[in-house]
T-cell receptor, first 112, second 113 residues
Framework: KQEVTQIPAALSVPEGENLVLNCSFT??????LQWFRQDPGKGLTSLLL?????REQTSGRLNASLDKSSGRSTLYIAASQPGDSATYLC???????????FGKGTSLLVTP | GAGVSQSPSNKVTEKGKDVELRCDPI?????LYWYRQSLGQGLEFLIY????????KSGLPSDRFSAERTGGSVSTLTIQRTQQEDSAVYLC???????????FGPGTRLLVL
């Protein structure tokens, strides 16, 4: 069974810092990996999707990397802002099946 | 365009009652997914629909849970004889085709007293 782990569970940084969120998964037979953001009491917003054949994806201040062989992905947030405060979830889709396997998330607080 | 919508946004029910949760996917999306997010737990997959194919029910936790998708669009998740451990946020997602980016609705917060 695919296990997805996110470290750290919580993170607090001052505004302007660059930061890295980590995601690891136990089974490298993945189809793609997706990073989401979840605001309190809200649903999930897709940030970046990396196909298994890709190494990274970028969107604005966000950059996600994927090392499938080692079972790792990172989400890099540049020049963090208070509006980035949210829970960030990593999810992998296995080669077999379509359901996403989620980590428990990293709760990020960016202080002014 | 409109995103995924879910109703009700909140539901409080008594133990033993049945509840129905509704999901309206993004128009044109052929794949629809239900997930559950319990306090302190990650999101867990419940069920998946793709077009007119038989659904993947492998994530349903018990036979009290069922779901249907009528006309390839709206989906209803039914929980019979609710238990307190069913309290969670139930999230619906849709994607244009299977395996691609999933777009999530705001969820239904279910509380079973």
């Amino acid at each position: 069974k695919q296990e997805v782990t996110q470290i750290p569970a919580a993170l607090s940084v001052p505004e302007g810092e660059n930061l890295v969120l980590n995601c690891s998964f136990t089974d490298s037979a993945i189809y793609n990996l997706q990073w989401f953001r979840q605001d309190p009491g809200k649903g999930l917003t897709s940030l970046l999707l990396i196909q298994s054949s890709q190494r990274e994806q970028t969107s604005g201040r966000l950059n996600a990397s994927l090392d499938k062989s080692s079972g790792r992905s990172t989400l890099y947030i540049a020049a963090s802002q208070p509006g980035d405060s949210a829970t960030y979830l990593c999810a992998v889709r296995p080669n077999s099946g379509y359901a996403l396997n989620f980590g428990k998330g990293t709760s990020l607080l960016v202080t002014p | 365009g409109a995103g995924v919508s879910q109703s009700p946004s909140n539901k409080v029910t008594e133990k033993g009652k049945d509840v129905e949760l509704r999901c309206d996917p993004i128009s044109g999306h052929t794949a629809l997914y239900w997930y559950r997010q319990s306090l302190g737990q990650g999101l867990e997959f419940l069920i998946y629909f793709q077009g007119n194919s038989a659904p993947d029910k492998s994530g349903l936790p018990s036979d009290r849970f069922s779901a249907e998708r009528t006309g390839g669009s709206v989906s209803t998740l039914t929980i019979q004889r609710t238990q307190q451990e069913d309290s969670a946020v139930y999230l619906c997602a849709s994607s244009l085709v299977s395996g691609e980016t999933q777009y999530f609705g705001p969820g239904t917060r279910l509380l079973v007293l």
